[in-house]
């Protein structure tokens, strides 16, 4: 972020007692952000995330979203019932939806969520568990094949498949440290069990939900002089791919 600006005197009074903050990325795209006050760095206890008591298309508490304008993320709900959930949808060539739970910081930790795909031939889901330097020890897929896979170690094991329109009711069992490892259950199946972290790490305490590929570019290695030709059909929408996702409850062993 580039040239970080609050809301000063003259420009309008923004509801409620939140911080919002304008900023450029790259020096290209503006952005605006909502920052709860007081701002918090750290998560204590268990989290038990339904979703049931926030407004539709309202806040999401205690969850950091990154809400792209083709990649919207928000409460929505059930037409013929009370249940609400996370909702992420991505239609975005390029840039992706993203949410992030904070959680207590631990070594052992379960985390259970479930996850509906509205179809299985595009789109994906990453569901990614890190720490706080962005390190990602757990690493799963909701593929675009309609696999969900896992990052065993260095390489990509396919679990199982999953349908349109179907919950998935997943859990992670994870060790968090230098030489952990993590087990897998779907469905009350255990799918994997004990496998090799992808990154070493000493403890974790993120849940990152994203529905595009991560980026690690650019780098330090990359030639900051050599021009970048402009994205191939940028300004075209892709076939719209949406997740859900309720019932999140994570807690440390």
Known sequence: PCYVRGIVEGNGNPPGEDLWLTYSMNKEDMW?????????????????????SL??????????????????VGVAGDTDGPNKYLRLEDKD??????AVRVFEEGNRVDIGLKVLAEQSDHGMLDLEVCDSYGGRPVQIRFD?????????????????????????????????????????????????????????????????????PYRDLPNRKTDNQDPGP????????????????DDVIIKNR
Do not use: Q
């Open 93 to 98: 060539p390029y840039d992706y939806a993203r």
């Open 32 to 52: 605006v952000s909502r920052v709860p006050l007081p701002v918090r760095y750290r998560w204590d206890g268990k989290v038990e995330d339904s979703f049931d």
């Open 230 to 245: 402009p994205l191939p059909e940028a300004d075209e929408p892709v076939p719209s791919a949406v997740f859900l996702v």
């Open 55 to 72: 407004e539709t298309e309202g806040t999401v508490a205690n969850w950091n979203l990154y809400d792209p304008l083709w990649a919207p």
């Open 144 to 212: 675009s094949d309609g696999k969900i896979k896992t990052m065993n170690g260095a390489e990509w094991t396919v679990l199982r498949g999953y349908e349109a329109d179907t919950w998935v009711d997943l859990t992670i069992a994870l060790d968090a440290t230098p030489h952990g490892d993590y087990s897998v259950t779907i469905d009350g199946e255990n799918l994997l069990e004990k496998s090799e972290l992808a990154m070493a790490v000493k403890s974790v305490e993120r849940l990152s939900i994203r529905t595009g």
